[in-house]
């Protein structure tokens, strides 16, 4: 398949590229301003580019396998890399506080 194809294929499923970018930018900004951590900026930014891309297709199930997906990847960081994430897990089990994460699927 060609590049031009494809572009028009994921334009019809998702929309106007410009238009997405535009969601996508104005989404970021509202939630990661400060996030120093890259892991997170962009596993956060790979889940609002594909938010964004529902708004032309609602019913494409990839859309919300590859959410959840990303989402699972951010909990794993989180639980076993992010020394910033085990210091707050640290703080809230001495404040007696519960420190787990949960996953998606463990709920």
Same mark, same amino acid.
């Given at each position: 398949?060609?590049?031009? &194809? ?11 590229? %410009?238009?997405?970018?535009?969601? %996508?930018?104005?989404? &970021?900004?509202? +939630?990661?301003?400060? *996030?120093?951590?890259? /892991? ?11 938010? *964004?891309? +529902?708004? =032309? ?35 809230? +089990?001495?404040? =007696? *506080?519960? =420190?787990?994460? %949960?996953? /998606? %699927? =463990?709920?």
């Amino acid at each position: 398949m060609g590049t031009e &194809r494809t572009l028009e294929e994921r334009g019809n499923r998702y929309g106007k590229f %410009s238009e997405n970018a535009k969601d %996508s930018a104005a989404v &970021r900004e509202t +939630i990661l301003p400060g *996030v120093a951590d890259p /892991v997170i900026y962009e596993g956060v930014d790979y889940i609002i580019k594909k938010l *964004v891309r +529902i708004k =032309g297709d609602p019913y494409y199930i990839d859309t919300y396998r590859d959410i959840a997906g990303y989402a699972e990847l951010l909990i794993d960081y989180l639980q076993n890399e992010c020394e910033q994430a085990r210091d707050a897990k640290v703080q809230l +089990i001495e404040k =007696g *506080v519960d =420190g787990q994460f %949960s996953t /998606v %699927s =463990g709920r």
